[in-house]
């Protein structure tokens, strides 16, 4: 989970910058409970069940189960409530959304050949991902200082040739200086630019760090599937996805309370801002089997996805002074594009019918996450990429879902267990439990789930080498309602 001294403050070597870490990696490859409101009452375990438009994201021989067309769409509403905790402070902090987790069509073919009966073909969007989330974290320390690491950045360079997203504007709000720094009156230059910087923080001088994030944001794709049956006992799906991302990070790292004060500084922020946006393609193969009269099973293969990455991103330092003075500098927006891959993905589903009123289905997904890998032509991620191989892990994920039938009215619930992916750290799991109903007039549905999902992670403000991570223990309740036509 750890970030190198350089990806933690999103500067890479040469002057360049780069925010892509393994941090992307995981969150671009990570997928939770989002789609219909059934799909999610039901804790996402649908792969031997089909019928749902969200399951085409899944196990997309669950298209070829339709019989007739239908229409769906889910609006949803969300709270994430995140408790940070570091050396003895504590903070909570929530964070209110709302999304279109599924929109969707289904049309079914009818075919006159009895053994391969129809062709149905669906097209629409699932939401994958909710990138929504606030938090904050502070704590005394007296040990290290972010002012270290931009002055590390700067020696041995010249002015001109500072990092401009890190050093740069650290120099030219003061928070670092050169080491004899005084003017040639003649000339206007600093007469001795030698490449030798001081900092104006004490980094063994007790102070109060502190840190807020706010990232908004989502992942889904767009689909296009394509069903079909043999005899009504074995059926055959593919889905064509084209994964949209969204994501805006803004953070803000703050030291103040310094103990030592005889450089007459106050406090500085150093604030980021990265907005990211991506598009790629991947394919879904499944298939399900009737095995008796009330039993099937499911099976599906993911390809991984490939992404084309887009950010722009800027930081700017700002000093507080006893004085009364404030001096902000800011950096140029940056611009960079990389590509990524995500790793396969392999489902095995069952589920069976009981007193042909109870509906149980389980599955079990397999997915490796050292297989990311990051790409550009502009830089190798030789570092970046062999983190993510050392750090991730192969992950089980885990789906029950449940519905009792009471025609009209169905009841539903779920629960889901995501394995940690990181190789050191197995107790970082993401738990999901999730209810719902429904409510079937032929012609059209309706149902509404809640789901609640927690997970645990570590955070590190600016170098987990000199400092105590903070732990972050988020909650996130999803509130969903679809709406259904069948033609």
């Known amino acids: 989970m750890k970030k190198t001294l350089l990806l933690i403050i999103g500067i890479i070597y040469f002057g360049q910058i780069n925010a892509q870490n393994e941090i992307d990696a995981l969150r671009y490859s990570q997928q939770n409970i989002f789609g219909t409101a059934k799909f999610n009452s039901m804790g996402g375990s649908f792969g031997a069940l089909g019928g749902d438009f969200t399951s085409l994201s899944y196990n997309p021989a669950g298209i070829a189960l339709y019989q007739n067309s239908e229409l769906s769409f889910t609006p949803s509403v969300s709270m994430v409530e995140t408790n940070t905790s570091l050396n003895g402070n504590n903070s909570t902090n929530n964070n209110f959304g709302s999304n279109l987790s599924n929109f969707g069509f289904v049309l079914t073919g009818q075919n006159m050949d009895e053994v391969w009966p129809r062709i149905n073909v669906g097209f629409g969007w699932n939401q994958l991902a909710s990138y929504d989330n606030r938090f904050y974290t502070e704590t005394q320390n007296s040990n290290s200082s972010l002012a270290e690491l931009l002055l590390e950045q700067a020696q041995g360079n010249t002015i001109d040739n500072l990092n401009y997203w890190g050093s740069e504007p650290a120099f030219w709000s003061d928070l670092i200086d050169l080491e004899n720094n005084f003017v040639d009156t003649a000339t206007g230059w600093y007469a001795f630019d030698n490449g030798n910087y001081i900092s104006n923080v004490n980094p063994s001088s007790d102070k109060k760090q502190s840190k807020k994030v ?271 036509f069948r033609y």
């Open 214 to 484: 706010n990232s908004v944001g989502d992942m889904g794709e767009y689909i296009l599937s394509l069903g079909t049956s043999y005899e009504e006992r074995v059926y055959f799906g593919a889905t064509i996805g084209f994964p949209s991302i969204q994501y805006s990070e803004v953070s803000q790292y703050t030291e103040s309370d310094f103990l030592d004060t005889n450089q007459s500084l106050s406090s500085f922020n150093y604030d980021q801002e990265l907005l990211s946006y991506g598009s790629g393609v991947n394919l879904k193969l499944g298939t399900i089997v009737r095995v008796g009269n009330n039993i099937k099973i499911g099976g599906a293969i993911h390809t991984p996805a490939y992404l084309s990455m887009e950010e722009t991103y800027s930081t700017s330092v700002t000093t507080n002074w006893n004085n009364g003075d404030e001096i902000t500098e800011n950096s140029p927006i940056g611009y960079f594009t990389y590509q990524i891959t995500t790793p396969w993905k392999a489902i095995a589903s069952i589920s069976t019918i009981v007193n042909n009123q109870f509906l149980i289905n389980a599955e079990i997904e397999r997915t490796d996450y050292s297989f990311t890998q990051f790409y550009s032509e502009n830089y190798q991620f030789t570092e970046e990429n062999n983190i993510i191989k050392d750090n991730y892990a192969e992950a089980t994920n885990i789906r029950l879902g449940g519905e009792a039938n009471f025609h009209p009215f169905k009841l539903r619930a779920g629960y889901a267990l995501y394995g940690s992916p990181y190789k050191d750290n197995p107790e970082y799991e993401m738990e999901n439990y999730s209810a719902g109903a429904g409510i079937d007039f032929g012609g059209s549905f309706f149902d509404v789930s809640y789901s609640i999902s927690k997970n645990s992670s570590e955070y590190s403000m600016f170098n987990p080498d000199t400092e105590t991570n903070s732990i972050l223990r988020s909650e996130k309740h999803f509130l969903s309602i679809t709406l259904g």
